[in-house]
Protein backbone atom coordinates (compact mmCIF):
# COMPACT_ATOMS: atom_id res chain seq x y z
CA UNK A 1 0.00 0.00 0.00
CA UNK A 2 1.14 3.57 -0.78
CA UNK A 3 -0.52 6.13 1.46
CA UNK A 4 -0.59 9.69 0.10
CA UNK A 5 -0.61 13.33 2.47
CA UNK A 6 -1.61 16.41 0.94
CA UNK A 7 -1.53 19.74 2.03
CA UNK A 8 -1.86 23.55 1.26
CA UNK A 9 -5.63 23.81 0.51
CA UNK A 10 -7.14 26.78 1.52
CA UNK A 11 -9.79 29.63 0.93
CA UNK A 12 -8.59 31.94 -1.37
CA UNK A 13 -9.36 35.38 -3.42
CA UNK A 14 -9.58 35.44 -7.07
CA UNK A 15 -6.19 35.72 -9.27
CA UNK A 16 -4.70 34.71 -5.89
CA UNK A 17 -2.16 31.95 -5.89
CA UNK A 18 -2.05 28.28 -3.75
CA UNK A 19 0.61 25.39 -3.60
CA UNK A 20 -0.42 21.87 -3.29
CA UNK A 21 1.99 19.27 -1.75
CA UNK A 22 1.59 15.36 -2.09
CA UNK A 23 3.88 13.14 -0.04
CA UNK A 24 3.72 9.18 -0.85
CA UNK A 25 4.77 6.82 2.00
CA UNK A 26 6.99 4.90 -0.56
CA UNK A 27 7.57 5.08 -4.27
CA UNK A 28 5.93 3.02 -6.62
CA UNK A 29 8.50 0.73 -8.60
CA UNK A 30 8.70 1.37 -12.07
CA UNK A 31 7.28 4.01 -14.31
CA UNK A 32 4.74 5.77 -13.29
CA UNK A 33 2.39 8.98 -12.81
CA UNK A 34 1.72 11.54 -9.74
CA UNK A 35 -0.91 13.93 -10.36
CA UNK A 36 -3.71 15.99 -9.16
CA UNK A 37 -7.78 15.17 -9.82
CA UNK A 38 -10.65 17.44 -8.63
CA UNK A 39 -13.96 17.07 -7.93
CA UNK A 40 -16.67 20.01 -7.68
CA UNK A 41 -19.93 19.37 -5.85
CA UNK A 42 -22.37 17.68 -8.04
CA UNK A 43 -19.70 16.83 -10.94
CA UNK A 44 -17.56 14.14 -11.74
CA UNK A 45 -13.58 13.85 -10.91
CA UNK A 46 -11.26 15.36 -13.30
CA UNK A 47 -8.25 15.23 -14.27
CA UNK A 48 -5.62 18.81 -13.30
CA UNK A 49 -2.42 17.99 -14.32
CA UNK A 50 -0.28 14.60 -14.19
CA UNK A 51 3.70 14.19 -14.14
CA UNK A 52 6.02 10.91 -14.87
CA UNK A 53 8.63 9.86 -13.28
CA UNK A 54 10.55 10.80 -16.42
CA UNK A 55 9.13 14.29 -16.19
CA UNK A 56 6.28 14.07 -19.04
CA UNK A 57 3.62 16.24 -17.60
CA UNK A 58 0.08 16.50 -18.54
CA UNK A 59 -2.73 18.86 -18.52
CA UNK A 60 -6.12 19.73 -18.67
CA UNK A 61 -6.86 22.56 -20.83
CA UNK A 62 -8.67 24.27 -18.40
CA UNK A 63 -5.28 24.84 -16.10
CA UNK A 64 -3.06 25.23 -19.14
CA UNK A 65 -0.78 28.44 -18.45
CA UNK A 66 -2.23 28.82 -14.86
CA UNK A 67 -0.71 25.78 -13.22
CA UNK A 68 2.48 23.74 -12.72
CA UNK A 69 2.82 20.40 -11.58
CA UNK A 70 6.31 19.05 -10.56
CA UNK A 71 7.96 16.43 -8.52
CA UNK A 72 10.45 15.59 -6.59
CA UNK A 73 11.43 11.79 -7.14
CA UNK A 74 13.96 11.78 -4.42
CA UNK A 75 11.29 13.08 -1.86
CA UNK A 76 8.22 11.18 -3.55
CA UNK A 77 6.22 14.36 -3.93
CA UNK A 78 4.33 16.12 -6.22
CA UNK A 79 3.82 19.90 -6.27
CA UNK A 80 1.02 22.12 -7.91
CA UNK A 81 1.40 25.61 -8.17
CA UNK A 82 -1.77 26.98 -8.67
CA UNK A 83 -1.94 30.99 -10.37
CA UNK A 84 -4.72 33.04 -11.42
CA UNK A 85 -6.94 30.81 -9.47
CA UNK A 86 -10.62 31.84 -11.11
CA UNK A 87 -14.04 30.42 -8.88
CA UNK A 88 -14.38 27.25 -10.81
CA UNK A 89 -10.92 26.06 -9.69
CA UNK A 90 -13.27 25.79 -6.43
CA UNK A 91 -12.93 21.67 -5.85
CA UNK A 92 -11.56 19.13 -3.48
CA UNK A 93 -8.21 18.32 -5.04
CA UNK A 94 -6.98 14.77 -4.86
CA UNK A 95 -3.70 13.36 -5.00
CA UNK A 96 -3.02 10.52 -6.89
CA UNK A 97 -0.09 8.01 -8.14
CA UNK A 98 -0.73 5.41 -10.61
CA UNK A 99 1.73 2.58 -11.72
CA UNK A 100 1.85 2.77 -15.25
CA UNK A 101 2.88 -1.30 -15.66
CA UNK A 102 -0.10 -2.46 -13.77
CA UNK A 103 -2.45 0.73 -13.85
CA UNK A 104 -2.52 0.78 -10.05
CA UNK A 105 -4.05 3.70 -8.64
CA UNK A 106 -3.45 5.33 -5.23
CA UNK A 107 -5.67 8.36 -3.48
CA UNK A 108 -4.73 10.80 -0.99
CA UNK A 109 -7.93 12.18 1.07
CA UNK A 110 -8.17 15.25 -0.68
CA UNK A 111 -7.63 19.09 0.11
CA UNK A 112 -10.68 21.73 -0.39
CA UNK A 113 -9.58 24.67 -2.25
CA UNK A 114 -12.14 27.35 -2.35
CA UNK A 115 -11.57 30.47 -4.82
CA UNK A 116 -13.72 33.33 -3.53
CA UNK A 117 -14.90 36.52 -5.94
Known amino acids: QVQLVESGGGLVQVGRSLRLSCTAS????????MGWYRQAPGKQRELVATVTNGGTTNYADSVKGRFTISRDNAKNTVYLQMNSLKPEDTAVYYC???????????WGQGTQVTVSS
Open 26 to 33: RSVFGPNA
Open 96 to 106: NIQSLITNTNY
